[in-house]
């Protein structure tokens, strides 16, 4: 007699074995990517800690004036034990610990902000023909240049009157590393609609509504009478997976372009605070900002994956 149970229990445990395969190599992958790129950056911050003893040690520890390839393996190392210590050059002497969690706070709102942005307008432009067209168009990186430009020019235009005394400082007028609403809402846009989230979710509905109004179901409710919300109710139930998997997708490229627009908009975050540590070969900082951005790429996606077999059973079943 077949033991259904078991088996599908073992092609279960299968699915999400290789699931958190592919997740844990992709977040080594990143890990590595980043001590590569550290390693290969020019000087050495080491070199600026003032104790020869502690130098030394920091040497050992984290592999350095050894080969690239042993650079790495150390670096790495640290970044899956958790040992990242304190900053050398960023923030000398703070915990990295602290300062990726301040900063990974500091990144939160504008990171789901922006997340909502792209899934809300992929699903709002889905199949509308020239709309999509255009928002899907919007989704590119001239376009965030232009965002931060215009964010740029606007704060430069109100310092100059400033200077010139024609106004005192307006409500929204934001100093470097200050927040400001002019700012904050362009950064916002930027992110949200120049870092492709859009286009993905909207793909993903499309062909989802095109599959949808194929199928035998709405073909039924139609010629039943079905009315028209009674429908589009019927309709967005089978659109929830569709518009899982364009979020899922959306997610991973929005985390990246964090790092770009923080640190051209001069906004405190752990983008910013990425591109600080690197360009500072600040190898702990680094270390610990990209094991925090890669881990909540992975876990939001896990999740993801996770809502959506909860809300389809087919899905359960192939499993």
Known sequence: MTDAPGIRARAFAQTWLGRLSGWLLAWVGAIVLVQILVALAPGD???????????????????????LATRVIAGTWHALIGAWGSSWTVRPGDSVGGLVATAMGASAP???????????????????????KVVVGLSTLPV???????????????????????????????????GGVVRDALALVALGVGSAGVAAVAARLAEADARIDASG?????????MTVSALRSLKWRHRVVPLIEGAQAAFPPIVG???????????????????????????????????????????????????????????????
């Open 45 to 67: 911050a080491i070199d600026t800690l003032p104790d020869p003893g502690l130098r030394a040690q920091l040497t050992a520890e984290w592999g350095l004036g050894g080969p």
């Open 110 to 132: 504008m990171l789901v902000a922006a997340w909502a942005v792209a899934v809300g307008l992929g699903a709002a432009v889905r199949g509308r023909g020239w709309g999509e």
């Open 144 to 178: 965030v240049l232009l965002a931060l430009g215009a964010i740029e020019g606007i704060n430069a235009a109100v310092w100059a009157g400033m200077s010139a005394g024609w106004w005192g400082r307006p409500a929204f007028f934001a100093l470097p590393m200050e």
């Open 217 to 225: 179901f709405v073909l039924a409710a139609r010629a039943r009478g």
């Open 257 to 319: 372009g964090l790092v770009v627009v923080e640190r051209l908009c001069a906004l405190p975050g752990a983008g910013d605070l990425l591109w600080r540590a690197v360009e500072a070969r600040d190898i702990p900082v680094a270390t610990g900002v990209v094991v925090a951005l890669t881990g909540t790429t992975v876990v939001v996606g896990a999740a993801l994956d996770l809502l959506r077999r909860a809300w389809d059973p087919r899905l359960r079943a192939e499993a």
